[in-house]
């Protein structure tokens, strides 16, 4: 069964420390992404990457790096975290390859406060 | 700057009412657009999804309706039921680097 994993499902942060959020999927899509919830907002693209090794800005960047080492793991990290990253964070992979679209399938997300 | 819109930002309709969702957009280059579903607490669930070329799609009691000239799109819940509460979202994908842009999502509740 397709499955987006992350991991920690919540998490509380200090001010100006590093947070690192985690996901993986176990789809064999190339496409991974991550984006943060807030309300009013809908969803919003942090980073997003196609390849291993290889990470793209999304609409939202600053303050955010990403990391993808592999083709199952996609990593988002904070390195000094700030109170206004106060929110919920997806991740999802799509697939680009193959005849059908396929629209991304998101994880459960985590919940990440910076206190 | 909001690409992708939508309208209603809550809707309340009757059980067996058909609800409307509205959503447009902007970016001639957006061809294909999924729809979210999504419960409090969890992640946005695929809902159903129209490609460009394509002015309606149907899956059950859920109905895409598309029109490309005016960048419109509409989610149709017919026969709608409690189980539908929920907030639903629209997406545009860019055909040139496959990034997904969100609206801001409608909160649908449905009374019994």
């Known amino acids: 069964e397709a499955a987006v994993t992350q991991s920690p499902r919540s998490k509380v942060a200090v001010t100006g420390g590093k947070v690192t959020l985690s996901c993986h999927q176990t789809?064999?899509?190339?496409?991974m992404y991550w984006y943060r919830q807030d309300t009013g907002h809908g969803l919003r693209l942090i980073h997003y990457?196609?390849?291993?090794?290889?990470?793209e800005k999304g609409d939202i960047p600053d303050g955010y790096k990403a990391s993808r080492p592999s083709q199952e793991n996609f990593s988002l990290i904070l390195e000094l975290a700030s109170l206004s990253q106060t929110a919920v964070y997806f991740c999802?992979?799509?697939?680009?390859?193959?005849?059908?679209?396929?629209?991304?399938?998101f994880g459960e997300g985590t919940r990440l406060s910076v206190l | 700057q909001q690409q992708v819109r939508q309208s209603p930002q809550s809707l309340t309709v009757w059980e067996g009412e058909t609800a409307i969702l509205n959503c447009s957009y902007e970016?001639?280059?957006?061809?294909?657009f999924p729809w979210y579903q999504q419960f409090p607490g969890e992640g946005p669930a695929l809902l159903i999804s129209?490609?460009?070329?394509?002015n309606k799609k149907e899956d059950g009691r859920f109905t895409i309706f598309f029109n490309k000239r005016e960048k419109k799109l509409s989610l149709h819940i017919a026969d709608s039921q409690p189980g539908d509460s929920a907030t639903y979202f629209c997406?545009?994908?860019?055909?040139?680097?496959?990034?997904?842009?969100f609206g801001a999502g409608t909160r649908l509740k449905v009374i019994a």
């Open positions: 999802a992979s799509s697939d680009r390859r193959g005849v059908n679209n396929q629209a991304p399938l």
């Open positions: 789809n064999n899509h190339d496409y």
């Open positions: 990457s196609y390849v291993a090794d290889s990470t």
């Open positions: 970016n001639s280059a957006f061809d294909y």
């Open positions: 129209i490609l460009s070329v394509s």
């Open positions: 997406a545009a994908r860019n055909t040139g680097n496959y990034k997904y842009v």
